[in-house]
């Protein structure tokens, strides 16, 4: 089985803090992604990888950058945390058919 | 720009009766479709691909490409399916930029 785990499932932050949410995947997938989900908006991509080092922009990459130094960790980090930026964020990896496997998600709580 | 319209924010059925959640698409391609599903505090899964053309748990979806939809249905409902669902697509045949998702329909199965 497909194994996609984040660090934190929940975290309180206050606003300006810098925040580091972790992924870390075993499956060798080359391509890994963070979306956001919000209820009524459903899941945004934020940024995505598809190799070490490198990295893309989503639909939603404002306020948000990543990190991907080894292939099997995805790190995302707001650089200083709002409140508009509390949310459930989601870590996914993809395999070969196409098909995203999801972390449990990060819930995410800027004060 | 690819875009997943699910109408749909909430839909309650009875137990027994058919269920039909609605998913549109809007992709100048060759889409591929999926459906997605979240049970309450488990993770997004995937629940069944177009191409795959199989049923699962007693749903399908037949994609139409005339009407640029990819339904869901499932003919009796029971308790267990009430979740949250997804319709997602890729532009590239599950590319490496991710699925663009629709902002899901919370499906409720009452009694």
């Known amino acids: 089985d497909v194994k996609v785990t984040q660090s934190s499932r929940y975290l309180v932050k206050r606003t300006g803090e810098k925040v580091f949410l972790e992924c870390v995947q075993d499956?060798?997938?080359?391509?890994m992604f963070w979306y956001r989900q919000d209820p009524g908006l459903g899941l945004r991509l934020i940024y995505f990888s598809y190799d070490v080092k490198m990295k893309e922009k989503g639909d939603i990459p404002e306020g948000y950058s990543v990190s991907r130094e080894k292939k099997e960790r995805f790190s995302l980090i707001l650089e200083s945390a709002s409140t508009n930026q509390t949310s459930m964020y989601l870590c996914a990896t993809q395999g070969n058919t196409g098909e995203l496997f999801f972390g449990e998600g990060s819930r995410l709580t800027v004060l | 720009a690819q875009r997943v319209t699910q109408p749909e924010k909430l839909l309650s059925v009875f137990k027994g009766a058919p269920v039909e959640l609605k998913c549109n698409y809007s992709y100048s391609g060759s889409p591929e479709l999926f459906w997605y599903v979240q049970y309450s505090r488990q993770r997004l899964q995937l629940l069944l691909r177009?191409?795959s053309r199989e049923s699962i748990k007693g749903f399908t979806a037949d994609l139409n490409k005339g009407e640029t939809s990819f339904h869901l249905k499932k003919p009796f409902a029971q308790e267990e399916d009430s979740a949250m669902y997804y319709c997602a697509l890729s532009g590239l045949g599950g590319g490496a930029d991710g699925l663009t998702f629709g902002k899901g329909t919370h499906l409720i199965i009452q009694p």
């Open positions: 177009h191409i």
């Open positions: 499956m060798d997938h080359e391509n």
